[in-house]
């Protein structure tokens, strides 16, 4: 895998206009855990950079599965808890090191971030797999909450 990675994915590895080589690797590790929709991708990398820059917790959940192995998509409270590096709810920057081998794709979508406004994503119900996008708290918690009344219309529990 790693013979892969070098030979694929290394030579597409390189800094952007914020971020080190390695940070790259890093947060590019987090956008293929947390993000599958190809579009979502670079906004999301986008409201990453944003949460870096302003000095706020990532709130990744894939990080939190990293720790836990459990598979699930959303952390649980006992979940947020569990004091690690790569408990991004607990601790502000990136974690210390690659959460899973990104894909091509995800190194695309960070060195290639969209610019916006956003800080805050929620998966959209309406369109699974794509996600909601929120300049505020109070708007992303709206978006939060349709997700979470989607999951319990379909006996699904968090």
């Known amino acids: 895998m790693l013979n892969n990675f070098q030979k694929k994915a290394l030579p597409s590895l390189k800094t952007n206009d914020k971020l080190s080589m390695y940070q790259v690797l890093i947060l590019s590790s987090i956008i293929e855990?947390?993000?599958?929709?190809?579009?979502?991708?670079?906004?999301?990398?986008?409201i990453f950079i944003n949460r870096l820059e302003k000095g706020m917790k990532l709130q990744s959940d894939a990080t939190v599965n990293f720790i836990t192995q459990s598979g699930r998509a959303q952390s649980t409270l006992d979940d947020l808890k569990i004091?690690?590096?790569?408990?991004?709810?607990?601790?502000?920057?990136?974690?210390?090191?690659?959460?899973?081998?990104?894909?091509?794709?995800?190194?695309?979508?960070?060195?290639?971030?969209?610019?916006?406004?956003?800080?805050?994503?929620?998966?959209?119900?309406?369109?699974?797999?794509y996600h909601k996008f929120a300049k505020t708290l109070t708007q992303h918690n709206v978006n939060a909450r349709d997700y979470q009344r989607y999951l319990s219309s379909q006996g699904i529990r968090n």
């Open 83 to 129: 004091e690690s590096p790569y408990n991004t709810y607990m601790h502000t920057g990136l974690p210390p090191g690659p959460i899973s081998m990104p894909s091509i794709a995800a190194i695309d979508a960070v060195l290639n971030y969209t610019k916006h406004s956003y800080y805050y994503f929620a998966a959209d119900a309406d369109r699974l797999g």
């Open 33 to 46: 855990k947390e993000v599958s929709e190809l579009k979502d991708r670079k906004l999301v990398a986008g």
